[in-house]
């Protein structure tokens, strides 16, 4: 138990659905973080929010939409996707944004896209 | 740029074997600081270690050592006497230790330990 919570743990989506992705993190941290998880390649950094202000988004689609809320809660909105966005969605939490933070993941969000 | 690589995709050893899991990375950073992720069938990224830059002094931890050396760029991970619960993919990650996306990290692709009885 890492104390970052993903729901749901799989999701089956149409290329027309429009579906969200929910991260929650009860470890007091300030950061939260989208990675995104594809077969035979390296994590990708998608979305990084500092203090619910948004730090980083990493030439994401538009088709993928974050939302912070507050420093707790973390949302990715989904919206027409491609079948090539089928992947593992992680979502992190660090006390604060240095080069030097521990990343605490959840379990992640099996996506596929048909 | 930074880049992490990890040549090794697979490996399948025997229980009790020791393994070595092999990372070499680049950056132009004078600081920045390196890590150790395991991830198992679960899918959440557990941490293990993170050593920074200037301390090269290698660490044991249990059945786990890291040995970083910046003459080779690497940080190698060995599991001593293996067990079936390593069976996992552990990442090897940098991270720039200045400057304003020093929260960025580079991950490896990830090696596949498969440790069997």
């Known amino acids: 138990e890492t104390g970052v919570t993903q729901t749901p743990r799989h999701l089956v989506m149409g290329m027309t659905n429009k579906k969200s992705l929910k991260c929650e993190q009860h470890?007091?941290?300030?950061?939260m973080y989208w990675y995104k998880q594809s077969a035979k390649k390296p994590l990708e950094l998608m979305f990084v929010?500092?203090?619910?202000?948004?730090?980083e988004n990493n030439s994401v689609p538009s088709r993928f939409s974050p939302e912070c809320p507050n420093s707790s809660h973390l949302f990715l909105h989904l919206h027409t996707l491609q079948p090539e966005d089928s992947a593992l969605y992680l979502c992190?939490?660090?006390?604060?944004?240095?080069?030097?933070?521990?990343?605490?993941f959840g379990s992640g969000t099996q996506l596929s896209v048909l | 740029a930074q880049k992490v690589t990890q040549a090794q995709t697979e490996i399948s050893v025997v229980e009790k074997e020791d393994v070595t899991l092999d990372c070499v990375y680049e950056?132009?950073?004078?600081?920045?600081?390196l890590f150790w992720y395991k991830q198992p069938p679960s899918g959440e990224l557990v941490f293990l270690i993170r050593?920074?830059?200037?301390?090269?002094q290698n660490e044991i931890s249990g059945r786990y050592s890291w040995n970083f050396q910046k003459s080779t760029s690497s940080f190698n991970f060995t599991i001593t006497a293996s067990q079936v619960v390593d069976s996992a993919v552990y990442f090897c990650a940098l991270s720039g230790g200045s400057g304003g996306s020093n929260y960025k990290l580079t991950f490896g692709k990830g090696t596949l330990l498969t440790v069997n009885p």
């Open positions: 470890l007091g941290h300030n950061a």
């Open positions: 950056t132009r950073d004078t600081t920045y600081y």
């Open positions: 929010y500092s203090l619910e202000e948004r730090v």
């Open positions: 992190a939490s660090s006390p604060g944004t240095g080069g030097n933070e521990k990343l605490f």
């Open positions: 050593r920074n830059s200037f301390d090269e």
